[in-house]
């Protein structure tokens, strides 16, 4: 085996080293550049041996403790319709009316308020592009100037 030999072997096995997690922006990071490790490695992708046995982790979170209240207040306001986008939620729930989440305009994790002017209701395919969109900042403009109520906090 050439030394060549040898590099390509490392390069291909270079391609799947994820570090598993159990939380989900480090997946989200780990994600990220396993694709753009995939992308240097365009037509050597080994299928990823992946796990049978899941592991489990009862490390202690941090949640926000939220106000339901808050929640039912910005959905009944949107009535069935994504405030991102405008259309109706894209299903129904079991009972009652169309799924939609509730997302803080300034994120609780950035000191934002769980407070209705800080809180729209929007379809799940919005919410993720307002956190991981490439133009999640012109959303939030657009929402601004579209949602009256909503406080610059
Ligand atoms: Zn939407
Ligand atoms: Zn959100």
């Known amino acids: 085996m050439?030394?060549?030999?040898?590099?390509?072997?490392?390069?291909?096995?270079?391609?799947w080293i994820g570090k598993p997690t159990?939380?989900?922006?480090?997946l989200d990071d780990e994600v990220r550049r396993a694709i753009s490790r995939a992308w240097k490695h365009h037509g050597l992708l080994p299928r990823p041996e992946g796990s049978n046995t899941v592991e489990?982790?009862?490390?202690?979170?941090?949640?926000?403790?939220r106000d339901p209240d808050v929640v039912a207040w910005v959905q009944l306001?949107?009535?069935?319709k994504c405030e991102a986008c405008e259309k109706p939620a894209p299903f129904k729930r079991d009972v009652?009316?169309?799924?939609?989440?509730?997302?803080?305009?300034?994120?609780?994790?950035?000191?934002?308020?769980?407070?209705?002017?800080?809180?729209?209701?929007?379809?799940?395919?919005c919410h993720r592009e307002l956190h991981y969109g490439k133009n999640r900042g012109t959303m939030k403009r657009d929402l601004f100037s579209r949602v009256h109520r909503l406080f610059k906090h």
């Open 22 to 26: 159990a939380d989900t922006d480090e």
């Open 77 to 80: 306001r949107a009535d069935g």
């Open 56 to 65: 489990k982790t009862s490390a202690s979170l941090q949640r926000f403790i």
């Open 2 to 15: 050439t030394a060549g030999d040898v590099e390509i072997e490392l390069q291909e096995q270079a391609v």
């Open 96 to 125: 009652g009316s169309g799924f939609l989440e509730v997302h803080h305009v300034k994120t609780l994790a950035s000191g934002g308020p769980d407070t209705v002017d800080n809180a729209i209701a929007c379809c799940p395919n």
